[in-house]
């Protein structure tokens, strides 16, 4: 397939918008991450998206609208909180988890009775959207289970080829993924953490959301329970591995250092080469636009072994980054 490279420009964001709705794929920037979108309500077209992406068809995709009010034709319970929530964070890196209307393909959720809506904060992925002219699902722009693509040149590595069009725009501003947050239920419950954090939510609803079990236990547990459903992206597949092996080290911040000093010195005193990603104490948001990018900067280095070591979770940015960073490492963890 010839993949058509297109810029940011309002005549080549209408050719990607007719190759949507032509059942094409086309990747695009968000504030958050690049997707690799699709229409939404094409069974079809998202089934080329799992094949793109090598990505399991039961790991559902977020379905991406231009307007809030584009929330209807998804889901037909709106209430207090879920208005609370669009007032105050749309457009933005928050992800509302609802039921579905028999329209949304079970393609497009996962098989699961429920759809994971978002509207995106960035003028290029809204003009796509709006131009296509139906909701577009889109999950991360990246061969599944390698690191989100952020940069415009991760997504022509990974997809080249494989999709209709990749529309090259500003590296991402966020560089984490959306917060999903399920309000299926009284007490909302955050499925993947991102930069809209659980205190920000109880302050906008009044109520504390709960944390899905899933973030809270190493995710080959989940692997191995072939009956779990996952709500979100993320919750069930191995994400965000580079191609060297990675470890995690924990504790105080002098310790810390002293150990990845140690274990580089040995390594490399192995013929091995290392890598290190080593943020400030308190730099979450810089951690959460540079991780990913790390990660790809050491795969193109072809380091042996990654050295990464950990940010404090319970600032709430810090945690979704951990989360991150956890998976990466496949939840191999020292501590110090």
């Keep these: 397939m010839n993949t058509k490279i297109l ?64 929330i209807d034709k998804l ?3 709106v209430n207090k909180m879920i208005v609370a929530l669009i007032d105050n964070f749309w457009p933005g890196p928050l992800t509302l988890v609802l039921k579905k209307r028999d329209e949304v393909p079970t393609e497009t959720t996962g098989g699961s009775d429920t759809v994971a809506v978002r509207m995106p904060d960035d003028t290029v992925a809204l003009a796509l959207i709006a131009q296509s002219g139906c909701p577009v699902a889109a999950p991360s722009a990246n061969l599944s289970g390698k690191p989100s693509s952020t940069k415009p040149e991760h997504v022509i590595d990974d997809l080249s080829g494989k999709i209709d069009a990749i529309i090259s725009g500003e590296d991402c501003r966020i560089g984490i993924e959306s917060t999903v947050l399920d309000v299926t239920s009284e007490v909302p419950m955050i499925l993947r953490p991102g930069l809209v954090t659980a205190a920000e939510i109880e302050a906008v609803i009044g109520i504390k959301p709960s944390l899905d079990p899933s973030l809270l236990r190493k995710e080959t547990q989940a692997d191995d329970a072939t009956e779990f459903k996952p709500k979100s992206p993320g919750m069930k597949y191995k994400h965000y591995a580079p191609k060297a092996q990675m470890t ?27 890598g290190i990603i080593l943020f400030e104490e308190k730099a979450f948001r810089e951690a959460a636009h540079d991780f990913f990018a790390k990660l790809r900067e050491l795969d193109e ?19 979704a980054v951990m989360n991150r960073m956890l998976k990466s490492a496949g939840y191999n963890i020292v501590k110090v």
């Design 75 to 77: 889901t037909p319970n």
């Design 248 to 274: 995690v080290i924990e504790g105080r911040r002098n310790r810390v250092i002293n150990e990845i000093e140690r274990v580089k010195k040995l390594n490399e005193s192995m013929g091995k080469s290392v």
């Design 301 to 319: 280095q072809e380091v042996d072994l990654i050295l990464a070591g950990a940010l404090s979770d319970t600032d709430g940015v810090g945690f």
């Design 7 to 70: 810029t940011t420009k309002n005549e080549d964001i209408k050719i990607a918008a007719e190759i949507i709705k032509a059942g094409g794929l086309v990747a695009f920037p968000t504030e958050t991450v690049y997707g690799l979108g699709a229409n939404a309500l094409d069974a079809d077209a998202v089934k080329k998206v799992y094949a793109a992406k090598g990505r399991p068809s039961d790991n559902p995709m977020i379905v991406h609208i231009a307007r809030a009010s584009d």
